[in-house]
C-alpha cells in the first residue's frame, strides 16, 4: 500500500496533540495528580509518534517522495513536539 509521507508526520503530530490533551483535560492547571491510565497513554502516543517520525523518512525513500515540503514538515512537527 501507498501512504504519503506527510500523512504518516501528521498522524504522529495528531497522536501526541492527543496524548498531551489528554493530561491538560485531566489536569488543566497542570499541579495535580493524573491517573495512571492517563500517563500510559501519553507513554503508548509519544512511542507511536517516535515510532511514526521514524517511519515517515523511510516511507518517502521507498516510494521515491522525497521532498523538501516534506523535510519541512518532518523537522517542524519535530520541532513542535519538542514544545510540549
Known amino acids: 500500500g501507498w501512504l504519503a ?4 508526520t501528521l498522524l ?3 497522536l501526541s496533540l492527543a496524548g498531551y490533551f489528554l493530561v491538560h483535560f485531566h489536569t488543566p492547571k497542570f ?3 493524573c491517573s495512571s491510565w492517563v500517563w500510559f497513554v501519553l507513554a503508548f502516543c509519544t512511542f ?3 515510532t511514526l517520525d521514524n517511519i515517515d523518512g523511510k516511507q518517502a525513500r ?3 517522495t522525497s521532498s523538501a515540503l ?3 514538515v518532518d523537522h517542524g512537527v519535530d520541532a513542535l513536539n ?3
Open 5 to 8: 509521507p506527510n500523512v504518516i
Open 12 to 14: 504522529g503530530l495528531a
Open 31 to 33: 499541579n495535580e495528580p
Open 48 to 50: 507511536a509518534y517516535q
Open 62 to 64: 521507498r516510494t521515491n
Open 70 to 72: 516534506g523535510l519541512f
Open 82 to 84: 519538542i514544545v510540549l
